[in-house]
C-alpha cells in the first residue's frame, strides 16, 4: 500500500527525528522506503520538512509533490503544504500553535490536537509532542503499526538519548490514544 506524508515545522521541533523513526519503522516491517530532509536556512527556528514515501512495492521518486497526508507543527507549514494534498487525506495538526480554523479544506481529515498538552500530561515532557504527533499519524494511517515505531527508537535515536526510550513510547501512545478519539 502507497503512503506519504510531509512532516513539517520550525527547525528544533524534532521534524527530521520524527521522519527517520518512521522510515525505521516502515524498514522494520520490510517495507520499502524514501526519507528526503529539508532544512532552512537555520537549524532551530528555521524552517523543517521531510518527506517519507512507503510503498511494498519499489518507490520511483522520494519528492512528493501532492502529499496524501501531513503532519503539521507550525502555521507557516500549515500555509504551505495544505493546499498541495490530495482530497481525503490526513492532516496531524498542533492545535498547540495552529488553530484549527486555519484549515482552508474541508476535503481532508484534520485532526486537531494540543499535542504539547498531550505530551507534558503523558510523558511530563512537551518536547516530546513531535512524537506524539508521529503516534496519531500512525494510528490514523496505519501505513506502519505503532509497535514497529516504538521497536525502531533504538535504530533512529542517537544512543546518548536511550534513556529517553520509555518516555518516547509512552508519547507514541498517547499520540495514538488521542487519534482515535
Known amino acids: 500500500m502507497y503512503n506519504d506524508v510531509i512532516m513539517a515545522g520550525f527547525g528544533g521541533q524534532g521534524i527530521m527525528v520524527i521522519g527517520n523513526l518512521l522510515a525505521y519503522a516502515a524498514i522494520i516491517e520490510d517495507k520499502n522506503v524514501t526519507f528526503l530532509p529539508s532544512y532552512g536556512v537555520e537549524m532551530r527556528g528555521g524552517t523543517a520538512n521531510c518527506s517519507v514515501v512507503i510503498d511494498e512495492r519499489d518507490i520511483g521518486s522520494p519528492i512528493v509533490g501532492r502529499p496524501m497526508s501531513l503532519i503539521v507543527m507550525n502555521r507557516p507549514s500549515l500555509i504551505k503544504f495544505e493546499p498541495r494534498m490530495k482530497a481525503g487525506g490526513v492532516i496531524i495538526l498542533n492545535q498547540t500553535l495552529i488553530p484549527p480554523e486555519v484549515s482552508e479544506r474541508d476535503d481532508i481529515d484534520l485532526v486537531p490536537l494540543d499535542l504539547n498538552a ?18 496519531a499519524y500512525v494510528e490514523k494511517s496505519g501505513v506502519v503499526a505503532v509497535d514497529s515505531v516504538s521497536a525502531a527508537l533504538k535504530d533512529a535515536l542517537n544512543p546518548k538519548y536511550h534513556k529517553m526510550i520509555p518516555a518516547n513510547q509512552k508519547a507514541i501512545e498517547a499520540g495514538a490514544a488521542a487519534a482515535r478519539g
Not at 503523558?122 to 509532542?129: E, P, Q, W
Request: hydrophobic content about 55%; glycine content about 12%.
Open 118 to 135: 498531550i505530551a507534558e500530561a503523558s510523558t511530563g515532557n512537551v518536547r516530546l509532542a513531535n512524537m506524539v504527533a508521529l503516534g
